[in-house]
């Protein structure tokens, strides 16, 4: 489960998006398609949720946020990738300041170009009870593919 209201959390970022916002270079990059490969394993269940702002980046070019939004609508369509977006003009029940990543008992959240990893069972409970509470707020699938495609223009 991957949670970035401001951006594109890197799980889900074409490489053109990552070498604009993360100033990736090559072998950053090879790093982070690998990572990805998860997106394409059908026994793996993927979680990303993204606020609408990420859709509209201007850090970086519009051609590079028009591929990268083509990216997550061809994501919505993986039957075990779970994709939503928090639509900006909603009023959120919480929020978060900061990008996280929920993977079994831990939670690798990144602050700026820090990550810090919880791994207490209270803590890790907070960021599951956060995350859950904005699920609830989120849109998919035919919804979602909407905002992308509107996003794009």
Do not use: F
């Amino acid at each position: 489960m991957s949670v970035e209201l401001l951006g594109v959390p890197e799980i889900a970022q074409s490489a053109d998006y990552a070498r604009h916002v993360a100033n990736a270079d090559d072998g950053a990059l090879l790093d982070r398609i690998r990572r990805q490969s998860v997106l394409y394993d059908s026994t793996a269940r993927v979680e990303i949720l993204i606020g609408e702002s990420a859709l509209h980046s201007r850090a970086c070019p519009r051609t590079v946020i028009r591929g990268q939004n083509a990216r997550l609508a061809a994501l919505t369509e993986l039957r075990h990738v779970r994709l939503g977006i928090l639509p900006r003009n909603l009023n959120l029940p919480t929020i978060t300041l900061h990008a996280y990543t929920i993977i079994d008992d831990k939670v690798l959240a990144t602050i700026d170009q820090s990550t810090i990893t919880v791994t207490d069972a209270a803590g890790v409970a907070v960021y599951e009870r956060l995350t859950k509470t904005l699920w609830a707020s989120a849109i998919q699938g035919d919804r979602a593919r909407a905002l992308l495609r509107k996003a794009a223009r």
